[in-house]
T-cell receptor, first 114, second 115 residues
């Protein structure tokens, strides 16, 4: 049973560039959430996708955008990268209508902006 | 929106002692409270969870308690072992409006178990 897979695992970008991160959810899951985890901090919610639409959004600027495909996989795009965007980006999948159900996390993409 | 506060930020215990981590949440409509363990360089892993209609749940050396009135829940680890050393996160899941299905995390507790 494949869990949540994310790619790439590590990425180095220059300030001002754009980046795309990818996520494949756990088999059977229909919802993908993206989190940013700065060093020593808890995961911060970016947004959640269900049925190819953004359903909830955290306190992140419009530079952060996403997409969900018909096969439930998802992308996170960040434009005009800032040094402060350096973090571990976690993708988590779940079942939207299973109330008492947690998220399954991927191993994350470590983004470094220089 | 939901806000989850977690304490302490660091916790150091001797092997065999108990460890307790506490969280409070702000949204009384939250109804599901998972705990995650994250080892260095690894993904967060679900270790235990509790529903809003349950006051306590136990799984071997780990237990979680929930006080809905106080909007407070805690993780208890007994007979700690060095392999319990990790960062622990609590979370609360929203039920309504823009919080539906969204997990909000606490800031994390670094637990160190000394042999």
């Amino acid at each position: 049973d494949a869990g949540v897979t994310q790619s790439p695992t590590h990425l180095i970008k220059t300030r001002g560039q754009q980046v795309t991160l990818r996520c494949s959810p756990k088999s059977g899951h229909d919802t993908v959430s993206w989190y940013q985890q700065a060093l020593g901090q808890g995961p911060q919610f970016i947004f959640q996708y269900y049925e190819e639409e953004e359903r909830q959004r955290g306190n992140f600027p419009d530079r952060f955008s996403g997409h969900q495909f018909p096969n439930y996989s998802s992308e996170l795009n960040v434009n005009a990268l800032l040094l402060g965007d350096s973090a571990l980006y976690l993708c988590a999948s779940s079942l939207r209508d299973r109330v008492f159900y947690g998220y399954t996390f991927g191993s994350g993409t470590r983004l470094t902006v220089v | 929106g939901e806000n989850v506060e977690q304490h302490p930020s660091t916790l150091s215990v001797q092997e065999g002692d108990s460890a307790v981590i506490k969280c409070t949440y702000s949204d009384s409509a939250s109804n599901y409270f998972p705990w995650y363990k994250q080892e260095l360089g690894k993904r967060p892993q679900l270790i235990i969870d509790i529903r809003s209609n349950v006051g306590e749940k136990k799984d071997q050396r780990i237990a979680v308690t929930l006080n809905k009135t106080a909007k407070h829940f805690s993780l208890h680890i007994t007979e700690t072992q060095p392999e319990d050393s990790a960062v622990y996160f609590c979370a609360a899941k929203g039920t309504g409006g823009t919080s539906y299905g969204k997990l909000t995390f606490g800031q994390g507790t670094i637990l160190t178990v000394h042999p």
